[in-house]
Structure formats: C-alpha cells, structure tokens
C-alpha cells in the first residue's frame, strides 16, 4: 500500500490546538503534532468499534498488552510480561506521578537542557531542585552533576534536539546515579533516522530495570496525540505499587477509543509508520538544506530522532527570533525560551507536515530577514 503524504490537509474549525491558536495567515510550525492523516488501519479499528454502541469505563484488552510485550522483544530484545504495563492517559502525566512516587519535597531532580516545557517545569510542581545536564557536554564531565540528583528524568530520543542516546552513553547515564531511580521519556522511540535503533533504557540489565519507570506512546510516531493513552513499562513490582498509588484521584483511566487506537497502531499500521519515516526523514533533509543555502545566520544539526529540528539563531543578533518569525514572517515556532531560559535565541521547528509547507515556512524566514 502507498500512502500520500503530500497532500495537504485542512485542519481549521476541528478544535486543533496547533491550527486554531493563530490567525489564518500563520503557518503554525510550532507544537509537536503532526499534520498527516493517521494510518487507514487506525481509522478502521476506530470505526469497527463505534459500531458497537456502549462507551463505558474500560480497560486495555489482554492483546494490547500481548502487542506491547511482543514489540518490546521484537524492537528491543526486552522480555517484558503484560503485568508490567500501566495504562495512562499521557507520559506527562505518567512523570508527573512518578516523579511523586519516587522523591520528596526538596529533593533534587536531574534534567537535560535545553527540555521540552512540561519536564522542565515539573520539579517546581512538587517543590524539587532541578539540576541541569547539559546536553552539550560529555556524560563523564557532568558525574559530579549526577551524584546530587535523586532521581534522573531522561527524555530520550530528546526532545528539543532530537538527539539519541547509545548503549555506551545509557549506561554511563546510569552508573553515575548509582541505585537511584531513573524516569524516562521515551515517547519518540520509534521516531529515528539513518538506520538508527531506540534503546530503552531498563532494557540494558535487570538492575536498572528494578529502578526504572519506562513511559512510551504510540502518540507521537502514529499521530494520535489527541486519543491520550500511553504507558509505563515497571518491571519492578513495589515500585509498581508506588507509581500506582501516585495517581492521587488526579490520573485516571485512559480513553476506550484510544486503546483501540494504539493496538491497531502497533499491529496493523507499521508499513504507515515506516512509509512515514521515510517522508520525515526526506523533510529533514530538505528543512537541512534550505535552511543552509536560504538562511545565513541560523544553524541547525540534523535531529537523529523526532520531528523536531532545533534551530540556533544567535548569529542573527534579534532580540527574540521566535517573535520576530511570527510577526514578520507570519510563522509560529516553539521559543528557544520555552526549553529553558538560556536558550532564547533558538527555535524549534515542526517538520511533520508536508514537504511544501516546510519549503514554505523557511521561504517566509528568508523573506523576513
């Protein structure tokens, strides 16, 4: 089967947070949402069961899990059991409710940086110190860094800059915190280019794994943000307990629609999900080299992961480039600032649409300045 990513689709008027926060005229580059239709596969598994005419509370049936199990052996060599497997309306929420498990007030919680909003501000939710890892220096340079941190917050692959970590680096992250435990973000995993494999974290050895709150989506890879179902991978049964407890009344189940949508995602659309990284992968290249040959003064890595490019626009010497693209250029990016205060003059830049509108927004940028 072929799919067209090429073809542009109308999201106004559907209640889109990343189409409806800006005028008409604004290309919103902004959000991590995707502008592609979700797989048939999805649509029909969604179909198939509006035909059935009660929408109770429910649970995830025994073959999501049975998937989950079997992806993580196939993807990773993991050997999960379905018992693991916590069921959650978003990987926000799941780290929030670990970080709520696992530490008390005052204690200290390691992050990278620059990182995405909601796990940057998360340790002032539960009155935690956040230590900063800087994403730009070795692991071994930054031990001393992590012998203070209760609890490391790993966002992997990461998100601004769509790095991805090795086996080598994982397990230098999780020497250096000792038997402290490790939340880790990993809802882009199966978002990766040039051949690269996503390595979970609590796959390296069952030591890590007994201190390892594993979140994971079919959110972001199959654009299905929207239905709010995600996942925690805890191995370790106390641990387990603990995390679940943190639900507080505040958590709770996760959407019937979703969890049909992530089965279906997971065992019928991966021939989607593979024709699409192709296309994303061809968008960051093209994103690379526009903005080489359009934009003098703006330099960008190519991400190894995500569909999230991390633009450094210092060199044009604005006061705040992400303001200065939507007013002048009428495009909408994530602030440098929104990924923590020292990092005002860059841009995240949303190359999960198509390849035209990509085309179009570094156009716009160049007409700007």
């Not at 769509?162 to 086996?167: I, P």
Request: proline share 7%; hydrophobic share 45%.
């Amino acid at each position: 089967m072929t799919f067209d990513f090429d073809s542009g689709i109308d999201r106004r008027q559907t209640g889109s947070n990343k189409w409806s926060r800006y005028p008409a005229d604004v290309l919103p580059m902004w959000v991590a949402d995707m502008d592609f239709a979700a797989a048939p596969a999805i649509v029909e598994a969604m179909m198939q069961r509006l035909q059935h005419p009660v929408f109770g509370y429910c649970s995830a049936r025994p073959e999501l899990r049975a998937q989950i199990v079997a992806d993580m052996a196939a993807n990773y060599g993991w050997s999960i059991t379905p018992e693991d497997i916590v069921f959650l309306p978003g990987v926000e929420p799941g780290f929030n409710m670990a970080i709520k498990a696992l530490l008390a007030p005052g204690q200290s919680l390691a992050l990278q940086t620059p990182i995405y909003k909601p796990i940057r501000v998360a340790p002032e939710h539960w009155s935690l110190q956040p230590i900063a890892l800087r994403l730009d220096r070795p692991i071994a340079e930054q031990r001393a860094e992590l012998a203070r941190a209760h609890a490391l917050l790993l966002c992997n692959p990461h998100n601004p800059t769509g790095k991805v970590y090795g086996r080598a680096a994982l397990l230098a992250l999780a020497e250096a915190m000792g038997d402290r435990p490790i939340i880790s973000d990993e809802i882009h995993c199966e978002l990766l280019y040039d051949g690269r494999r996503h390595i979970p974290i609590a796959s390296l050895d069952p030591a890590i794994a007994r201190r390892s709150i594993t979140l994971m989506s079919a959110a972001k890879t199959y654009n299905i943000p929207g239905l709010k179902t995600a996942f925690a991978i805890i191995q370790n049964p106390e641990l387990r307990q603990r995390f679940e407890a943190s639900r507080l009344g505040m958590v709770d189940s996760v959407n019937i629609m979703g969890l049909e949508a992530t089965l279906a995602a997971f065992r019928d659309a991966t021939d989607w999900r593979d024709a699409m990284l192709a296309y994303l992968e061809g968008n960051r290249d093209a994103l690379a080299g526009a903005v080489a040959e359009h934009l003098p003064g703006i330099t960008m890595e190519k991400p190894e992961a995500t569909y999230l490019a991390w633009l450094d626009c210092s060199a044009l010497g604005l006061d705040d480039p992400a303001a200065h693209f939507l007013t002048h250029a009428r495009v909408a990016f994530s602030p440098g600032s929104d990924f923590g205060p020292a990092y005002g003059q860059f841009i995240r830049f949303n190359f999960g649409c198509t390849r035209a509108r990509v085309l179009e927004a570094v156009e716009r940028m160049a007409a700007s300045l």
